[in-house]
Structures are given as C-alpha cells and as structure tokens.
C-alpha cells in the first residue's frame, strides 16, 4: 500500500474523527494555547499530522492527537487515536 493511498483515507475520516472528539477537549478542559479547541481546529491540526506521515514513521502527534500507521506481516494498520497521557520526565 503506498503511503498516499494511506493519507488519503485518513483525511476522508478525519471530519468524523474531530466532530467525535470535540466534545472530549470540552469536557476534559483540555486547552491548546490556553483555549479548549472547537472541531475546525481540531480537524486542521489532524489533517496537518496526516500530512507528517511518512513511509517508515509508525506515530505523529500532537496535543492528545495521533495518527498511527504500521505494517506488521504485510498487513497495514493506520488510523487516529485520542491519546491522554501525563509525561513525568523528557530528557
């Protein structure tokens, strides 16, 4: 599978994928740049990851956003994942 067929799909289910996810930045109060993201920018931050998406690069992420693609045994995997996690140390 070539890696513009993989972006491609990925775009067409990113709409859904902002519009599902909204409600949880809500609720979760979970702010980018000190406001909680509305759908559009949530959808134009994912479509911008899926452009970062290269052969070989199995994650790109941003603000709880990610994008994943994997072949594992000639299958592939892709898709987009909400991710909460608390980083305790970067060095």
Known sequence: MKIEDIKN??????PEFAKRIAPV?????????????????ILRS??????KL???????SSGGIEIFNAEVDGHYEYGLQMAIKTTISYY
């Open 9 to 14: 799909d990925l775009k067409e289910a990113a």
């Open 25 to 41: 930045y809500k609720l979760l109060n979970w702010k980018w740049g000190g406001k909680i993201p509305n759908e559009e920018e």
């Open 46 to 51: 994912t479509l911008r990851l899926i452009d």
């Open 54 to 60: 290269e052969i070989g690069v199995t994650v790109v």
